[in-house]
């Protein structure tokens, strides 16, 4: 009763899936230490250790997309893809829109609140 | 138990399984209402992708105000590295052992493993919640309070926002295993967990931005 008797196809596919977890798990755990790591053991100059940082966060975030969320490139599941790729499309109008009109303002009034 | 898998005729090599709704599909031993599990899923994936853009926006709201700090403290002073690490280490390994719930609930047909699994990942949930609050004290005893700046107003209607996501999925958690105890893994039972683990998983996603963001971008 433990085990539901697995066909042949079953069972391939149940490994295959069990594979992209670990998969997943394995590389978001080296994207997450990556950063860490230099943040606490090196002294990189800040600028290389932002786009570090950066860089390691998108790719782990498109790591967890594909092997926690399974958001594949595959033709079935392009609905799917499309409202995400949507949803990026809006954020990056409305987030870089407001960068960009209150950093302008800060540059031009309020240069105290310029990082 | 024996399971008849139909083969379709003038098929070769069998055809992939019909794939219903975006994240894991539990396969067609799990037909019973693979339907209305299509529509509710994808409902869910819309609910979530607007809950991404409030997320998203307020990550915006926090980055405008990095610089108004007010003479009060700022994120070099508040944010620590190592708690930071562990509450990381924390959601990422309840997002892989929800993984194994799903696989558990997909192949197996006892409960004992997936209410594990299940338990591993409310547990783990719960650490990250205890460890997070005790950072929100801790920041709070330092002068960190969410009056005392615009920087310190956004952080706290950002990271918390995410803790009280965290909040309700477990509570959605505890809920589901109420549900197993009493009615056994049923097909509603079946369908609240693909959606919350489709939560859990996106509140991982949402965590990477602000450990790197927050935390990371604050330290350096």
């Known amino acids: ?115 | 138990m024996t399971m008849t898998t139909k083969t379709q005729p003038g098929h070769a090599s069998p055809a992939k399984p019909r794939v219903h709704h975006p994240g894991l599909n539990l396969g067609p031993a799990h037909q019973e209402s693979e339907d209305t599990r299509e529509e509710m899923v994808f409902g869910f994936w819309v609910f979530m992708m607007s809950d991404l853009i409030l997320f998203g926006l307020l990550f915006g709201t926090y980055v405008t105000m990095l610089g108004g700090t007010a003479g009060g403290p700022g994120p070099g002073e508040l944010f620590e590295l190592k708690s930071a690490f562990i509450e990381t280490m924390l959601l990422l390994i309840s997002s892989f052992t929800f993984g194994m719930a799903s696989l558990a609930l997909k192949y197996r047909n006892d409960r004992k493993v997936l209410v594990i699994w299940l338990l591993v990942t409310l547990l783990l949930g719960l650490g990250f919640l205890a460890h997070e609050l005790y950072d929100f004290h801790k920041m709070f005893t330092e002068g960190g309070v969410p009056s005392r700046s615009g920087f310190l107003s956004s952080f706290f209607s950002l990271v918390p926002l995410h803790g009280l996501h965290v909040t309700g999925a477990c509570i959605w958690l505890i809920a589901i295993l109420g549900q197993i105890a009493v009615y056994g893994v049923d097909s509603f039972v079946k369908s609240s967990l693909l959606r919350l683990a489709i939560l859990w998983h996106f509140l991982d996603i949402v965590w990477i931005g602000i450990f790197s963001l927050v935390y990371l971008g604050g330290i350096v």
């Open chain 1, 1 to 115: 009763m433990s085990h539901r008797q697995l066909s042949e196809q079953e069972a391939r596919e149940k490994s295959s899936e069990l594979r992209t977890y670990l998969w997943g798990f394995g590389l978001a755990l080296v994207l997450t230490l990556i950063p860490f790591g230099l943040a606490a053991y090196t002294q990189m100059a800040s600028g290389t250790l932002y786009i570090v940082i950066a860089v390691c966060a998108v790719i782990q975030i498109v790591v967890h997309f594909r092997f926690f969320l399974h958001i594949t490139l595959a033709k079935n599941k392009r609905e799917d893809l499309q409202l995400i790729l949507f949803t990026v499309l809006i954020l990056a109008i409305m987030v870089g829109g407001t960068l960009w009109i209150l950093f302008n303002l800060y540059y031009r009034m309020m240069p105290d609140m310029l990082p």
